[in-house]
């Protein structure tokens, strides 16, 4: 079975720092870009980052609203990525997703499967 488990959710203060991890079993990640997504409540769910396959040049990229804070990264032979937040603010708060597509990040939320269940990130002000 294909899956992720995302973990490294919490409570922080605004200013604070988490890193979460997202884990994939019955697949590797090696040919897969992955992408960490979040979802506020009563908001869309919105993609933070990407990073592509290696094999596509393991390029990365951000929402505005995160560029400089977070860092997107992945080990393969660890079959995991993470995705490191600095300076979180009360905005960051939501559940955060990982998933993967094929290859390039150059596709919509909607291209991305094996959604994990989430992890919550909560920033207090």
């Known amino acids: 079975q294909l899956q992720f488990v995302e973990s490294g959710g919490g409570l922080v203060q605004t200013g604070g720092s988490l890193r979460l991890s997202c884990a994939a079993s019955g697949f590797t990640l090696r040919s897969f870009a992955i992408g960490w997504f979040r979802q506020a409540p009563g908001k869309e769910r919105e993609r933070v980052s990407c990073i592509s396959s290696n094999s596509n040049g393991g390029r990365t990229n951000y929402a505005d609203s995160v560029k400089g804070r977070f860092i997107i990264s992945r080990d393969n032979a660890k079959n995991t990525a993470y995705l490191q937040m600095n300076s979180l603010n009360p905005e960051d708060t939501g559940v955060y997703y990982c998933?993967?597509?094929?290859?390039?990040?150059?596709?919509?939320?909607?291209?991305?499967?094996?959604w994990g269940q989430g992890t919550q990130v909560t920033v207090s002000s």
């Open positions: 998933a993967a597509v094929p290859l390039t990040c150059a596709v919509g939320v909607k291209d991305f499967s094996n």
